[in-house]
Structure formats: structure tokens, C-alpha cells
């Protein structure tokens, strides 16, 4: 069984993108957490086969750059997991933001897939990317 965690703090949208998964994705558990700190615990316990997450999310007990004024502490996770740890567990960062080519461009420069929940279809092209990094046939990417 593949194990999916979910890091966002938001209750309403998590209950939709687990609903969403685990009526469209057969043999999956899907967990989630909701801060920085609690998400580095699940991933460093193992047995995460994807990430999906979200760039505004409370930090926890994570240490961030200091310059840091806003609440995208999802990219310092990103980074936490790629660079540091070197953690090679697929992520899409699946978050509101949709207008911010920088954050794009430091997704993708930390090998993860960037998704806006705004955008038309997103949940149904959530669900195919999981699909689709997660090896199972049919798949559309």
C-alpha cells in the first residue's frame, strides 16, 4: 500500500484532497499533518511514498532564515527535504499561490511539481500526477 502524507493546516481542504485521492486512487493511505516540524517527524519515521504540500504552512518547531517575513515556510520544507537531507520522495506543492514565478521557479529547481488549487481542474490534476509518480497504469500526465 502506497502512503501519501498531506501537509496543510487547512481542515476543509484536506478532507476534499483526501476524499479526492482515496476515491480516484485504489490501495493508497493517505495521512496528513499540518506544520513543518510535524511533517520533517512523519517523512524522517519512513514510508512516505509522496508528498503533497503546501507552500503556507505554520513552521512548528522548524528553524527558518531569519530574513524570512512571510508564511511560506512550504519552500523552506522543500528545501529542507531536497538539499539538506536529500530526501528523493516525489512532492507536488499543491497551494493557493498562483501568481508568484519566483516560488514557481524554486519548486521546480528543488525537483518538485507545482500545482495552484485555483486553477480549473486541479483536483482531478492532482490526482493524475499522483497517479502518475506513483507508477500506476492508465495514468495521464
Known sequence: MKRILIVDE??????GTV?????????????????????????DKGNISLIVL???IPRGAMIVPKE????????????????????????????IIN???KLVELVEENDAYFLCKLAEGSEN?????????LGYDGSKL
Open 10 to 15: 487547512e481542515r476543509i481542504s484536506v478532507s
Open 19 to 43: 476524499f479526492k485521492i482515496e476515491t480516484n486512487i485504489p490501495d493508497v493511505q493517505v495521512l496528513s499533518v499540518k506544520t513543518c516540524s510535524d511533517a520533517i517527524e512523519m517523512v
Open 54 to 56: 503546501d507552500m503556507m
Open 68 to 95: 524570512r517575513i512571510d508564511y511560506r515556510y512550504g519552500i523552506d520544507l522543500l528545501i529542507e527535504w531536497r538539499v539538506k537531507r536529500k530526501i528523493n520522495i516525489p512532492i507536488v506543492c499543491y497551494t
Open 99 to 101: 501568481s508568484d514565478n
Open 125 to 133: 490534476r492532482l490526482v493524475d500526477i499522483i497517479k502518475s509518480k
